[in-house]
């Protein structure tokens, strides 16, 4: 079956920009996770849905960031006022609950200039 | 907050040895630990997943342990191959729900 997707793979704003990155989890999955991961890092963690609600939001760095899944199924993460510091990869997983294996999407690469 | 350390950071061998990569964890309360394997600009691909309750896990030629009551796992690759090669990541899901990884060990399989 299909795994996750992401859109855009990759992503160039200028700095200031309003950016939107989007996820499809695997069907079927009620949780939905958000990565990003910078050069030479392990993944880090932004936000976690249970549904179409956010259960775990402490990873965001700022009110800059914000995340949605209103269906409990696609889910888009969404950066204002862009700085060069969000340039990483985010990464998107799904399971089909909490506390199961999460399976990950290919990534957005988010490079702001 | 957990903290995963991965030694070594990189490691080159040639085909055929067999290898052991390490992670240590801060906090033992962990619900499970994953090993994911990383290619360059990709994504991650799940290798095996080892519960709390469980002492190790294998799949073809990895076999990945877990002492948890030392903050410390194991993945075990036998009879490395060069198709082998890639960044391997382990992380640790704590009651939050989201997984906490080590930066990773980037293995070099040489022919």
């Known amino acids: 079956g299909a795994g996750v997707s992401q859109t855009p793979s990759n992503k160039v704003t200028e700095k200031g920009k309003y950016v939107e990155l989007r996820c499809d989890p695997i069907?079927?999955?009620?949780?939905l996770y958000w990565y990003r991961q910078s050069l030479g890092q392990g993944p880090e963690f932004l936000i976690y849905?249970?549904?179409?609600?956010?259960?775990?939001d402490s990873g965001l760095p700022n009110d800059r960031f914000f995340a949605v899944r209103p269906e409990g199924s696609v889910s888009t993460l969404k950066i204002q006022r862009t700085e060069r510091g969000d340039s990483a990869v985010y990464l998107c997983?799904?399971?089909?609950?909490?506390?199961?294996?999460?399976?990950f999407g290919p990534g957005t690469r988010l490079t702001v200039l | 907050k957990q903290e995963v350390t991965q030694i070594p950071a990189a490691l080159s061998v040639p085909e055929g040895e067999n290898l052991v990569l390490n992670c240590s964890f801060t906090?033992?309360?962990?619900?499970?630990l994953q090993w994911f394997r990383q290619d360059p600009g990709k994504g991650l691909t799940s290798l095996l997943l080892?519960?709390?309750?469980?002492r190790e896990q294998t799949s073809g030629r990895l076999n990945a342990s877990l002492d948890k009551s030392s903050g410390r796992s194991t993945l075990y690759i036998a009879a490395s191959q060069p198709g082998d090669s890639a960044t391997y990541l382990c992380?640790?899901?704590?009651?939050?729900?989201?997984?906490?990884f080590g930066t990773g060990t980037r293995l070099t399989v040489i022919p």
């Open positions: 906090d033992s309360a962990i619900y499970n």
């Open positions: 997983a799904s399971s089909l609950k909490g506390q199961d294996t999460q399976y």
């Open positions: 992380a640790t899901l704590t009651g939050a729900n989201n997984l906490f």
């Open positions: 849905f249970q549904g179409t609600g956010a259960a775990d």
């Open positions: 069907s079927g999955h009620t949780a």
């Open positions: 080892i519960q709390s309750s469980q």
